[in-house]
Each structure stands twice: as structure tokens, then as C-alpha cells.
């Protein structure tokens, strides 16, 4: 298979009668003389996919040129002066890169390689050890090196990549095509933090609409649980449901059972004055925050100072 995909190669390298050069990555007049094995590539990918071993092109120091075949120091003009034709309309001596399309290249010595988009539309982030778009340079959440990492769905390296990555609100990059194939297929969680990669509002808003159409059997209408959110990664007290908990603090589904199991509301003594409506009821319902019963219809319960004392623990799932 290797060496099929090599005949491919030097099958796009030159072709006489229509005049094109390069290969299935870049558009070049010339190939580059791999100095771990001898052999000439017209890039650094054609080499890998062919050869066993990776070619370190910080190490290539000689080019061959496809109009002539005369072999020469790295400069982006051939140095027969019978031929003298240009490699690349773009060249750049120290990532040894030729490209005969304008991809809007630039140099950038934070990253220490070319990237493409043009060098007026990005900025470098010295934390995030890459270029992002000039648009989120104030919104963007930095993480450390976070370039440095694979893409966690096809696990290929993101520096490096030819391929367009992803920046979500969690800041994880992601490579542009890996992000569509899962938003198509229903993903919508980061694979490495699962927090949304989209905006969801939409889809909370239909739960909130199933939920209110799907009440829980009597024994299980009461029921509270603690949950963490994996989108304002807050914990709550919510109101248990089999179709989903929502964050009392944004309003996500994006979440989990966190500590305990679940706890079922208590019915509290009024106190003060007995000629009270709640007083000759004898009591109201109340949840963690000390809301009334409908209160608690009304909407969720923030456990931020909630505390399971406040509530009777049921030994359920």
C-alpha cells in the first residue's frame, strides 16, 4: 500500500503536457532532498506517508528542482541559469515551505512555522502558543499550551496541522472538520471537558417545554437532588426529573448527579402568628432556600447554601 501511495505521488509531481507541479498538498516546482534517506519529495507529508521514518525538515538543506532535475542549496529560484525558474510564489527559508498559491502565508516566529489567513487577521497568544483570529483575542479563554495537544477526536497533532481548528467557549481546540462530523452526529459536549460547544438555548428551552408535559409519578414529584453543571460548573439543588436537571444558576441541562442521593422536601411548623393563613393551615411546604411549596413550582432551587440537614435523604437511585 505504501508503495502504491508513492506511485501517486510521483504521478502528481510533474506532469509535461499540461504543465503543473506539486502534489496532493502543495503546488511546487520542487522537491526536497530528504537528508535521513536520499530520496526526493515534493513535501514533507509525501515523504511520511511513504517512507517508515518522519522527515525533520529543520535538517533539509538541498532542493531538486522538477523543471530541470538540477540539485541545489535551499533558495526559491533555480540556480541553473539556463532554467532559473521560481519554486513557490511563497517561500520561507526557515520552515523550508514552497507554495505556488496565495493562501495568504505568513511567518510566524511565536508558533515557529508559516501559517495561512494572513498575518492582519490574527494575533499570537503567547499562553495559548498559537495564532487565533484578531475577533475573540479579548473573549478567548487561554489555556496553557493548549495547542500543543491533540485534536481529541481523531487524536492528530493541532500545532502542526494543516487542518483548520476550532477554538469552543471552553477554549479545547478541536479540528474544524472533527467539530461538524460531531455536531452532526448529535455531540454537542466537548470531548474533553464536556462543556456545550454551541449555543443551546434552543434545545433547554424544549426540555423545559417536556419536562412540563411529563410531570413524575406522586412518590417521585417532590424529590430534590444535587447536580453540577457542566457549563457555569456550579453546584445546585434541583428538582429531580428523569428527563433532566437544570441548573438553577444558567439554566443548562448540561449536568450531573453530584454528592448524596435524593432528598425529599419537609413539612415545616409555622411559626409567629397563629392567626396566619399558614398558621391555621398548620405549615407550608418549603425547599432548601426556605421557599414556599409554590415557590418551588415556580422554578428551581440554588443550593448554594442548601444543606441536606434541611431535607430527608431517600435511599434511591
Aim: charged share 25%.
Amino acid at each position: 500500500m505504501a508503495g502504491m501511495e508513492g506511485r501517486v505521488n510521483m504521478s502528481l509531481q510533474v506532469n509535461s503536457s499540461t504543465h503543473t507541479y506539486g502534489c496532493a498538498h502543495y503546488k511546487r516546482k520542487c522537491k526536497l532532498v530528504s537528508p535521513c534517506c536520499k530520496n526526493n519529495y515534493v513535501c514533507r507529508f509525501c515523504h511520511d506517508e511513504t517512507e517508515s521514518h518522519q522527515l525533520d525538515r529543520a535538517k533539509i538543506t538541498q532542493v531538486e528542482c522538477l523543471e530541470c532535475g538540477f540539485e541545489q542549496d535551499i533558495t526559491n529560484t533555480c540556480a541553473n541559469d539556463d532554467c532559473a525558474v521560481q519554486f513557490g510564489k511563497y517561500f520561507c527559508s526557515l520552515c523550508k515551505l514552497f507554495d505556488d498559491e496565495d493562501k495568504g502565508q505568513y511567518h510566524c516566529d511565536g508558533c515557529g512555522l508559516c501559517r495561512v489567513g494572513h498575518r492582519d487577521k490574527f494575533f499570537h497568544c503567547n499562553i495559548c502558543d498559537l495564532c487565533l483570529p484578531k475577533g475573540i483575542k479579548n473573549t478567548h479563554k487561554c489555556i496553557e499550551k493548549m495547542s500543543k495537544a491533540n485534536c481529541p477526536v481523531c487524536l492528530e497533532d493541532i500545532h502542526t496541522s494543516r487542518v483548520v481548528s476550532h477554538v469552543p467557549p471552553c477554549g479545547h481546540l478541536i479540528h474544524r472538520p472533527c467539530f461538524d462530523d460531531l455536531i452532526k452526529a448529535g455531540f454537542y459536549a466537548c470531548p474533553t471537558c464536556a462543556t456545550s460547544m454551541i449555543n443551546m438555548n434552543d434545545v433547554w428551552k424544549s426540555l423545559d417545554d417536556e419536562i412540563e408535559e411529563t410531570p413524575m409519578p406522586s412518590e417521585y414529584s417532590d424529590l430534590l437532588c444535587f447536580i453540577l453543571c457542566r457549563d457555569c460548573h456550579k453546584e445546585c439543588l434541583t428538582v429531580f426529573h428523569v428527563l433532566g436537571h437544570k441548573c438553577s444558576e444558567c439554566g443548562s441541562y448540561n449536568t450531573v448527579r453530584n454528592k448524596g442521593g435524593l432528598f425529599r422536601r419537609q413539612r415545616c411548623e409555622a411559626v409567629g402568628n397563629e392567626s396566619s393563613d399558614d398558621s391555621a393551615s398548620g405549615g407550608a411546604e418549603v425547599g432548601a432556600t426556605g421557599h414556599s411549596d409554590e415557590d418551588d413550582k415556580a422554578g428551581h432551587e440554588c443550593g448554594g447554601n442548601s444543606s441536606p440537614s434541611n431535607h430527608q435523604q431517600e435511599n434511591l437511585p
